[in-house]
């Protein structure tokens, strides 16, 4: 549904002769299959909101290609437009306008007659569980009614692709299980969505696929339990009885078959990286008494995506 390869941008900024560029997208290719929820996960200033905005056309690529919905991103911009809805950071609505005023003329610039644009709006307070509020001006909403009357406006004229960026930036936990249902919801009616986010948790649970990007390239690609399974492998920690004694525990473990990577933690345990946490532990428990390292616990944990991206960057994205 969404191809993009060798997908770049860059920013220029600063006066003449000191000006500096920004690779913000270098490079990227991607592909979203039909009917899927679709994550760029990354950092801040990963390129997120910039390769988002290219494929809504909001913004020209400097280079590469791009096909939405069978159009092409350079081409055929207006036939990619005809096919999918937007909803930016922040949001779109007015505060001086009601949400079911904001649906019929969301409706209306998509080219529906009145008659049939006041009939979508009124389909939408229903779909979306507007009506408490939907003739009330939007100033008083909440962030989380906000998100879903955004949501509501992206997707009126029935897109093939709704794009998101971070949807639920700013909510409360309540607000973001309600958004993450409407989003599963449209996704099982046919729609793709494509959305950023920088949290990991959202990424793992909402999407079917998700790309990890930092610095304008693709870190890694695949379902969350893909990349967590084939990348990340499982991680024991290991609290060594006496602590200065963790850099010589980690060197001992290094050199373990079973260890993939080792280091010693902040708090001064030792992160393991491991294929297979069960049949590694006694190894590492032998190998650590062989070298006279008392051992005080260890622990098997499930990887979640920072670790992903803190094999594939050596950085934790929690603390990126
Ligand atoms: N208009 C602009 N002019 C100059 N630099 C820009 C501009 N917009 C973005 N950038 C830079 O491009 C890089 C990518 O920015 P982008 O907003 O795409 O990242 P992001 O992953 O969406 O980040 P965030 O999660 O903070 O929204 C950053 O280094 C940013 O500072």
Not at 32 to 45: D, K, Y
Not at 107 to 115: D, I, Q, S, V, Y
Not at 147 to 165: E, I, S, T, Y
Not at 242 to 253: G, W
Request: with cysteine; net charge negative; glycine share 10%.
């Amino acid at each position: 549904m969404i191809e993009t390869s060798g997908l770049r941008k860059s920013y220029r900024s600063g006066r003449r002769g000191r000006s500096t560029t920004v690779d913000a997208v270098a490079g990227l290719d991607l592909h979203v299959a039909e009917g899927e929820i679709f994550g760029l996960l990354g950092p801040n200033g990963a390129g997120k909101t910039t390769t988002l905005r290219m494929l809504a056309t909001l913004l020209p690529p400097d280079g590469g290609e791009a096909t939405v919905a069978g159009a092409d991103l350079l081409t055929r911009p207006a036939e990619v437009r005809r096919s999918i809805g937007y909803v930016a950071q922040g949001g779109g609505t007015w505060d001086e306008v009601t949400a079911r005023e904001e649906l019929v003329l969301q409706a209306r610039m998509h080219g529906l007659p009145k008659a049939e644009a006041q009939a979508r709006a009124a389909a939408a307070v229903d779909s979306f569980d507007l009506a408490e509020y939907a003739d009330r001006p939007c100033r008083g909403y909440s962030g989380g009614q906000r998100r879903r009357v955004d949501l509501a406006l992206g997707v009126v004229h029935r897109p093939a692709v709704l794009f998101l960026d971070e949807p639920t930036s700013g909510l409360d936990p309540a607000a973001r299980a309600r958004l993450w249902a409407e989003v599963r919801r449209l996704r099982d009616a046919g729609t793709t969505v494509f959305l950023t986010t920088h949290y990991l948790d959202e990424a793992d649970a909402l999407c079917d696929r998700i790309a990890i990007v930092d610095g304008g390239t693709l870190v890694a690609e695949g379902t969350p339990a893909e990349l967590k399974r084939s990348i990340a492998g499982e991680v024991v920690t290991v609290g060594v009885a006496e602590p200065h004694l963790a850099p010589e525990a980690a060197e001992v473990l290094t050199a373990q078959e079973c260890v993939r990577a080792a280091e010693v933690r902040a708090d001064g345990a030792l992160r393991l990286s491991v294929d297979t946490g069960e049949s590694a532990m006694p190894q590492i428990m032998r190998a650590l008494a062989g070298a006279g390292i008392a051992t005080a616990t260890i622990a098997l944990h499930r990887p979640t995506l920072d670790d992903v991206f803190l094999a594939r960057t050596g950085r934790s994205l929690e603390e990126s």
